[in-house]
């Protein structure tokens, strides 16, 4: 197939999504698919007359990247491209997408897992891996998921939807929240935007941290547990893997930076009972199912110290990078990492989509 590995974008999570899809083109090329790796948001400034003749690149378009400590400089990338457009699609990428047969959708954080991407490419005809528009938008934005699991009967933490606030209402929401908790952007990602303070003074100071990333959060109760996270992929669950944080939270420097260096400590399969490990299993299919999403995501949960799973949040288009967790909790029933990427491939290919 001629594939076309989209990823990077505007989004926080753009490093990790670069890496992605570097990852995904390079394995689906020794697959034996025509696969090229794309930038969504930086194009390519200059083509070929023939585009066709670009899935022919001996690299396959990729560059070498990798993730940084911190998230990355998005107004410097906005500097970079050169068309300076407002447009979140880069110089041709849309021409390019379109001669695919299939674009496989590297993307996370907004640009990406928030569906619009997804509509775009449903009015055009195009196909592309994972889950369509609605279901997407649904699982980004934490409050609806929420609002999902409530419906569906699915635990998780009791929480307050708080819409749009300002810096004129952070002293009286300081006040209202309860302490310890988990405050986050209803939109965010690999732990940005996310903060879990303990006191009055710390979450006042989480407030207006979080209005960087947007101004609309959740509060959560804060849960306390083993921190797991299930795979789905198709129409089973892989087993769970549990992240030991190395500090007191779960940050984003945490979660990409090996455990050797600072970073947290991540086991797979889980060390828990199998009746846990099937439980945890189970719950993960029915938020996937229950949102409607498609080929596969990974939903994140908490195990209590009773003995009780809570959900967290779950992402339609998670990390594929060599060492995320779709990847470890596949190769953990013998799937390869080539092998996860074409399942990932002919599972979307055959879905009929609607334009």
């Not at 790796?37 to 585009?51: C, N, S």
């Not at 998780?156 to 300081?174: K, V």
């Not at 993960?284 to 967290?312: F, K, N, P």
């Amino acid at each position: 197939m001629k594939i076309v590995v989209l990823a990077g974008g505007i989004s926080t999570e753009r490093d990790v999504s670069l890496v992605s899809g570097i990852s995904v083109c390079r394995a689906l090329r020794e697959n034996g698919h025509r696969a090229i790796f794309v930038d969504l948001f930086l194009g390519l400034p200059e083509v070929p007359a023939d585009l066709e003749t670009l899935f022919d690149a001996p690299d396959g378009l990729c560059p070498q990247v990798r993730i940084q400590a911190a998230p990355a400089d998005l107004e410097a990338v906005r500097r970079s491209r050169a068309d300076q457009s407002p447009s979140h699609f880069g110089p041709h990428v849309l021409d390019i997408c379109a001669q695919a047969d299939i674009v496989f959708l590297a993307l996370h954080g907004q640009d990406g897992e928030d569906g619009r991407v997804q509509a775009t490419f449903d009015l055009l005809g195009i196909r592309y891996t994972g889950g369509g528009y609605l279901a997407s938008g649904m699982a980004m934005d934490k409050s609806i998921a929420k609002k999902i699991m409530d419906q569906a009967g699915i635990p998780n933490a009791p929480w307050r939807d708080i819409p749009h606030y300002t810096e004129e209402d952070i002293p009286r929401l300081t006040e209202e929240l309860e302490v310890p908790c988990a405050v986050k952007v209803v939109n965010g990602g690999s732990s940005l935007g996310l903060a879990l303070p303990d006191t009055k003074e710390e979450l006042e100071t989480a407030l207006r941290e979080l209005l960087r990333y947007g101004s609309h959060i959740i509060a959560e109760k804060k849960l306390y547990g083993r921190e797991l996270t299930v795979a789905v992929l198709g129409d089973r669950w892989l087993p769970a893997a549990e992240t030991i944080p190395a500090g007191d939270s779960f940050d984003y420097v945490a979660k990409y930076q090996a455990a050797q260096n600072g970073g947290a400590r991540e086991i797979c399969p889980a060390e828990i009972s199998p009746e846990q490990m099937a439980a945890a299993g189970e719950l993960a299919l029915r938020l996937h199912r229950a949102l409607g999403l498609e080929v596969y995501s990974r939903t994140d949960m908490i195990l209590d110290r009773d003995g009780q799973l809570w959900c967290l949040e779950i992402n339609s288009l998670p990390g594929m990078t060599p060492a995320s967790f779709v990847p470890k909790e596949a190769a953990a029933v013998g799937i390869s990492y080539n092998q996860l990427c074409e399942e990932i491939v002919q599972l979307s290919y055959h879905i009929p989509r609607k334009g």
